[in-house]
């Protein structure tokens, strides 16, 4: 048996949006059911070095499939400027359940921007209005690009507005999809006004308000990843039917953290998580329903999920580099 490694190019050939989504379904479900072991995510400070690690293992039985597997994940600001590396880099262990052989080593980073895409569509699918036909993506960063394109395959969008103080970028995402949707570069509100918006920015100071959102407008709050990261007025949060990916994450670092930490948001104002939805425990959007909102931390059982469609989808069109990472020989 042989390991593949898998760079991030590889990683994105294959991790088609068509299966990165329904596997991420099944990874919410599973988590829900009970039938997920997703040990919280741990970290190792390197005030030295102003950076840190995070490990994030985890296990899930999706009924016919299961998966196993960690990503090892940095965050270091400097690197760029010091050192021309990524301030965040990570590496994706795939493992067998069965015996724990390493299946896989992939990159971590690509895996992390294609499984977030797909959480968003997710939830876009079970809360955004059924003929959802435009999108508004505020930040225009490589997470945008994996917004459109896993938002597009379950709602059916033909205007895109993309949003963001970088003109370049802004001209580089409309460069990159012009020939499949109608992308327009345009304001903060004028994205928030499409019938499903995704922020991906890192900012701490909250750029979308209530008024700019229109009546029906679903949103997925993706850039929130640390104590202190707001996108959304409270007010936002306040007013909309709210849904989360995990209480510990999203109360600690998610969207919500901040008016929580105020005191502005307490238990009664989430209407619950994802997997609940998923799971038909909770009703998606209703008739009743205005504006949405879906806070997103990301999970390590997302990451698994992702990975082993990779894994799959590479074994099955011998993609990848195969090696004997063991030194166990080729036994087949």
């Known amino acids: ?45 390197l005030p030295e070095y102003n950076g840190d690690f995070r490990s994030m293992p985890a296990y899930m039985d999706a009924g016919d499939w299961d998966a196993a597997g960690v990503k090892w994940v940095n965050v270091h600001p400097d690197n760029e400027k010091k050192y021309d590396l990524p301030t965040v880099m990570g590496t994706m262990i795939y493992s067998d359940p069965e015996n724990a052989f390493p299946l896989a080593i992939m990159d971590g980073t690509e895996l992390t921007t294609r499984r977030t895409g797909a959480a968003a569509a997710v939830a876009t699918d079970y809360l955004a209005v059924e003929g959802a036909t435009s999108l508004g993506i505020v930040g225009a960063g490589v997470q945008a690009y994996t917004q459109l394109e896993a938002i597009a395959e379950v709602r059916p969008i033909e205007t895109v507005v993309i949003s963001d103080v970088d003109e370049e970028r802004v001209a580089a995402f409309v460069d990159a999809f012009e020939d499949r949707f109608d992308v327009l570069g345009g304001s903060t509100a004028e994205a928030a006004d499409c019938d499903v918006l995704s922020t991906v920015t890192p900012v701490r100071e909250p750029i979308v308000s209530l008024e700019d959102l229109g009546e029906h407008t ?30 510990e994450q999203c109360t600690h670092s998610g969207e919500v953290n901040v008016p929580w930490n105020e005191g502005l948001l307490g238990d009664d104002d989430i209407y619950g998580e994802i997997g609940e939805i998923v799971v038909g425990e909770q009703p998606g959007r209703t008739a009743a329903d205005g504006v949405t909102v879906f806070d997103s931390t990301g999970l390590a059982i997302q990451d698994v999920a992702t990975a082993r469609v990779v894994y799959e989808h590479a074994d099955e069109n011998d993609n990848g580099t195969p090696f004997d990472l063991l030194g166990i020989g080729n036994r087949e």
């Open 1 to 45: 048996m042989q390991t593949l490694l898998l760079d991030s190019e590889a990683v994105a050939a294959n991790a088609p949006m068509d299966r990165v989504v329904p596997a991420l379904e099944s990874a919410f479900a599973a988590y829900e059911r009970g039938d997920a072991q997703m040990p919280a995510k741990s970290y190792i400070e």
């Open 218 to 247: 679903h949103v997925n709050a993706m850039g929130a990843d640390a104590e202190g990261k707001q996108e959304l007025e409270s007010a936002v949060l306040q007013e909309a039917k709210l849904v989360i990916d995990d209480y």
